[in-house]
């Protein structure tokens, strides 16, 4: 047979032929229709992602298989479902625990006498247990260990799925271990977990979550346990996103679910004859926040009221070797920063006032935020004075062993004692107990009245009551007497107008004081008193003083030969510095305008609180408060008034003071200007309208708008854009006048305003 070779066109032919009858074939149907697949899942790979949230939304043990699971869902702030997560290495870390009390977690010992110490007797209070308890250097509880799906997961199990859509399960087989402790699971209390999402995928992305349910209803709960608002904590540690640790959050929370009530660390150093000197010490968020803050508190902070006989000594071996940051190493340099603004014997600096109910707390704390004036943690007043009075072998005999009592034994204010625990701390809480006389200044009011301006003589005279609640304190108890009177524009009070004036003050027979002020003088480069009173200003008035108080309480004291005496025993009273609030007030003694100020002094206050600023006494070389508790406009009269560096440039730390000093700037930066100013009160629509000191030691001046911006730009306390030559350059070129005489800076023609408008400057330094 002969055969034929077939060209590909005709091929093709055939092929298109064949098609075509097949899909004309059963009247040109291919068949039934499939049905629809599902749609595509919308969600974002975790390596993709830049920002992460967990919402766990069940939780449960089973109490039969010892296992944990819980569900949540993974997305970005869109609440897009992020993918991925569990096939990374290690994403997680989960801590686990419940509410309890501290006699479940008490671990007996032995004082050096042999005897044994069974119990504490506040061993019915709440705390907050962990499931996982860790050891580290032979100490049996130093904090939680975390569970981790990929280092903990049983070999052939799966511990962390993911359920689609964003959502994941982890299943946590035999997680409790208390480590020796005596108590497990328990469904009749409060349950939580700590998720962790540990730096995941390629952005390093962190997450905490905190989750709590009652097991009975299998329902969620608030937190069972809240002593103290996070804000406490971020009003001073403004812009750290992890205050301590670098992935765990800046929540109460976090804090307690590892650093337990009876968690304990170790530490050792050397000591002054060089002998090793090895010591536990509270390892508890609590133990460790009172710690720290004491060993950060600024040396001449420490000169104040009894901080270096109470605090500082041989009986507390934790500040010495772990806490304490005026020690020096071998090179004569600081350990550790300083940087705690604010006076740590002030309890409520960080806590409710003394005066909350449970009627009154703030929303989401809970009762327990109370206890710390109830006098009831045997322990507590350690974390700061360690074992001043062996507060530890402080017990009461029992037939099954001694019960710890500690030093709330003696040093509380309830139940009729006196002796005073934490209200030890402060003055004028009106209890039948010790106070803190070295607080008690702050109780004393300023008041101003048959105010006298004689034109001829250029003399203001006026008469000055002070006052503490109803009784008057006169010349028998007051020392150090400071005055000072400066004016404002009447209706424009943006700057004070005058050289700061200082007035002479003499006590009169009735209790108040007769005040002389001489307005001629021009001072500090900056008109007299008189020319700005004759222009039409309000006044403004500073008092500054120092009263005596009986030793531990508010009690007034007369003076001795000008000072205050010693007791009967020979121990010294106290003699209380005072508020110093300024006063403004017309020249016919009705309230006068107030100076304008662009930074809020709560801002300032909170963190800087009863203490504003210590410094040490150029005569006795011991720390004082200076001008404790006093306002914006007081610390003004010399840091605008006066020959020192303007407010502005010293609080931005222009010449590396304040927050110019590199140990505040990890505490907020001067480039978050929310931190001290509200809304947008930093723009230079608020800028003063005289020029500012400069610099106290060439005694130049900045124009107002120039002088905002160059408090930091022209420093060399901040590295900022190209410099602080160029920064001076560039305002120098727009008019402004950066350290000048005041005559060139008041008639500048700046015009930093024009481009840098509150908004812009809001969203050049990233202001929410």
């Not at 349950?191 to 962190?206: D, H, P, R, S």
């Not at 050397?270 to 133990?287: A, M, R, Y």
Request: charged share 20%; net charge negative.
């Amino acid at each position: 047979m002969k055969r034929y070779s077939i060209s590909t066109a005709v091929k093709a032919a055939f092929g298109v032929g064949a098609l075509s009858l097949a899909l004309v074939g059963c009247n040109g149907s291919d068949g039934k229709d499939g049905e629809d697949g599902k749609p595509g899942e919308i969600a974002v790979d975790i390596n993709s992602a830049t920002e992460v949230q967990t919402k766990i939304e069940s939780a449960s043990y089973d109490e039969a298989a010892k296992t944990l699971s819980f569900e949540f869902s993974l997305t970005n702030p869109n609440g897009v479902a992020v993918t991925g997560l569990a096939a990374l290495t290690d994403p997680l870390r989960i801590a686990f625990g419940r509410m309890g009390t501290r006699s479940e977690a008490f671990t007996p010992y032995t004082l050096e006498d042999g005897t044994q110490v069974t119990n504490r007797a506040d061993g019915d209070e709440e705390i907050w247990l962990s499931y996982r308890n860790a050891s580290k250097n032979g100490v049996p509880m130093t904090g939680t260990n975390n569970w981790r799906p990929n280092r903990d997961c049983p070999e052939g199990e799966t511990c962390l799925a993911y359920l689609g859509e964003g959502r994941y399960k982890v299943t946590a087989p035999e997680i409790i271990d208390t480590n020796g402790l005596d108590y497990d699971y328990d469904a009749n209390q409060i349950n939580g977990i700590y998720l962790i999402t540990y730096g995941v995928g390629q952005n390093k992305l962190k997450n905490v979550e905190a989750y709590y349910w009652d097991p009975l209803t299998q329902q969620s709960v608030a937190s069972p346990k809240k002593v103290l608002e996070m804000d406490t904590c971020t009003n001073c540690h403004v812009g750290q996103d992890h205050i301590r640790h670098g992935n765990y959050g800046n929540t109460a929370d976090g804090c307690g679910f590892c650093h337990t009530d009876y968690t304990l660390y170790s530490g050792s150093g050397i000591d002054g004859e060089g002998n090793t000197v090895e010591f536990h010490f509270d390892g508890s968020i609590k133990g460790l926040v009172h710690g720290v803050h004491t060993g950060i508190t600024e040396k001449d902070r420490r000169e104040l009221a009894k901080f270096n006989s109470v605090i500082a000594n041989a009986n507390n071996p934790a500040f010495t070797h772990e806490f304490d940051g005026a020690a020096l190493d071998s090179e004569g340099k600081p350990k550790a920063e300083l940087n705690f603004p604010a006076s740590t014997a002030n309890c409520q600096s960080c806590h409710v006032s003394y005066t909350t109910t449970e009627e009154m707390l703030p929303e989401g704390l809970t009762p327990h935020s109370l206890a710390w004036f109830g006098d009831k943690d045997v322990t507590s007043c350690q974390s700061c004075h360690g074992e001043y009075h062996k507060g530890s072998s402080l017990v009461t005999p029992g037939e099954d062993g001694a019960t710890l009592v500690g030093c709330v034994t003696c040093h509380t204010s309830q139940d009729g004692n006196t002796r005073g625990g934490a209200f030890r701390h402060f003055a004028g809480h009106e209890q039948q107990s010790y106070e803190a006389a070295s607080q008690a200044g702050t109780l004393i009011d300023a008041s101003y009245s048959q105010i006298n301006w004689d034109e001829a003589s250029n003399t203001l005279s006026f008469t000055m009551h002070l006052t503490k609640g109803k009784e008057i304190v006169s010349g028998d108890y007051t020392t150090d007497m400071r005055l000072y009177v400066n004016a404002v524009n009447a209706t424009k009070p943006d700057a004070f107008l005058a050289g700061r004036t200082s007035g002479s003050v003499t006590p009169n027979a009735d209790g108040s004081y007769s005040v002389i002020v001489d307005g001629s003088t021009p001072a500090y480069g900056l008109p007299s008193l008189a020319e700005v009173i004759a222009n039409g200003a309000d006044l403004a008035i500073t008092s500054s003083f120092k009263t005596c108080f009986t030793n531990k309480t508010s009690d007034l004291l007369a003076l001795v030969d000008g000072a205050c005496p010693l007791d009967s025993r020979g121990r010294e009273n106290v003699l209380s510095p005072n508020a110093a609030k300024t006063v403004f007030v017309k020249l016919d003694g009705t309230p006068g305008a107030v100076r304008a100020s662009a930074v809020d002094y709560d801002n300032c206050a909170s963190c800087h609180n009863n203490d504003m600023v210590a410094k040490g006494n150029r005569d006795t070389g011991q720390g004082e408060s200076h001008y404790r508790n006093a306002d914006v406009h007081t610390c003004a009269q010399c840091h605008e008034a006066g020959d020192y560096n303007s407010l502005i440039v010293r609080v931005h730390g222009t010449f590396g003071k304040a927050h110019g000093r590199a140990d505040v700037h990890q505490l907020v930066s001067s480039a978050n200007c929310s931190a001290c100013h509200s809304d947008l009160d930093f723009g230079l629509e608020n800028a003063r309208s005289t020029p500012m000191r400069w610099n106290k030691g060439d005694a130049s001046y900045a124009s107002p708008q120039a002088g905002v911006c160059a408090s930091c730009h022209v420093s060399s306390s901040y590295e900022i854009g190209g410099g602080k030559d160029a920064a001076k350059s560039h305002i120098e070129s727009m008019g402004g006048v950066v350290a000048g005489s005041y005559e060139a800076a008041m008639l500048n023609s700046e015009s930093c305003l024009t481009c840098h408008s509150a908004e812009k400057v809001a969203e050049l330094h990233k202001q929410d």
